[in-house]
Nanobody
Framework: QVQLVESGGGLVQAGGSLRLSCAASGRTFSQYNMAWFRQVPGKERECVARISWSGGSTYYADSVKGRFTISRDNAKNTVYLQLNSLKPEDTAVYYC?????????????????WGQGTQVTVSS
């Protein structure tokens, strides 16, 4: 069982930065591949970044590539998402999620555990 708690969201102007954190409980965090999804009302959750259990492999959606960076610290049971050069279209609720599925898993239904979400709002 893994419990995930996100933090770090907020209101920022376009061009600004935020750092999201996701703290995980449990001693098996390092066995999970982790991802950050985002969701706006009326749309499906979109995987914006994913990182392998070791941190050696990452994936980014084209919409955030070059602006967002995912990282993890297995000693601290925490995964991060650095958001730079934010745009109004990045406004969403951001969720972290954990899966034991191997590979670049982008489908939300294949993730086993979810956090409660943190709101990111980017003003123009």
């Amino acid at each position: 069982q893994v419990q995930l708690v996100e933090s770090g969201g907020g209101l920022v102007q376009a061009g600004g930065s935020l750092r999201l954190s996701c703290a995980a409980s449990g001693r098996t965090f390092s066995q999970y591949n982790m991802a950050w999804f985002r969701q706006v009302p009326g749309k499906e959750r979109e995987c914006v970044a994913r990182i392998s259990w070791s941190g050696g492999s990452t994936y980014y959606a084209d919409s955030v590539k070059g602006r967002f960076t995912i990282s993890r610290d297995n000693a601290k049971n925490t995964v991060y998402l650095q958001l730079n050069s934010l745009k109004p279209e990045d406004t969403a609720v951001y969720y972290c999620a954990a899966t034991r599925h191997l590979g670049i898993v982008l489908v939300a239904t294949l993730y086993d555990y979810w956090g409660q979400g943190t709101q990111v709002t980017v003003s123009s």
